[in-house]
């Protein structure tokens, strides 16, 4: 399974970036892709993810409000769209591919891209 994350950066506080998750030859009808995020010297926490029959999860409610999962099947890419954000939401995301079901815990699952680094700067 390969994963390869983009469309990270630096933006400003209340600005938008929209993540990209590419997993060519993967197979969405089976496999939940997730998204994580680790910030230095804290552990990785889940994001977002979007089961294999396509039901979305998001499991922190103020990331709720602001950012929003999409896969897409056409290009086998599943997308996090964030907005409004804030020096909180700087790390490293990662994206994640598991059989089936959405995890919470990062351990469960087997296969991760290589991260993009979101900057947030007041």
């Known amino acids: 399974v390969q994963l390869v994350e983009s469309g990270g950066g630096l933006v400003q506080v209340g600005e938008s970036l929209r993540l990209s998750c590419a997993a060519p030859?993967?197979?969405?009808?089976?496999?939940?892709i997730g998204w994580f995020r680790q910030a230095p010297g804290k552990e990785r926490e889940g994001v977002s993810c979007v089961t294999s029959s396509g039901k979305t999860t998001y499991w922190s409610d103020s990331m709720k409000d602001r950012f929003t999962a999409v896969r897409d099947s056409a290009t086998n890419t599943v997308f996090l769209q964030m907005t409004r954000l804030e020096p909180r939401d700087t790390a490293t995301y990662f994206c994640?591919?598991?059989?089936?079901?959405?995890?919470?815990?990062?351990?469960?699952?087997?296969?991760w891209g290589q991260g993009t680094q979101v900057t947030v700067s007041s």
């Open positions: 030859g993967l197979s969405f009808g089976a496999y939940a």
């Open positions: 994640a591919a598991v059989p089936r079901w959405c995890y919470a815990d990062a351990g469960a699952w087997d296969n």
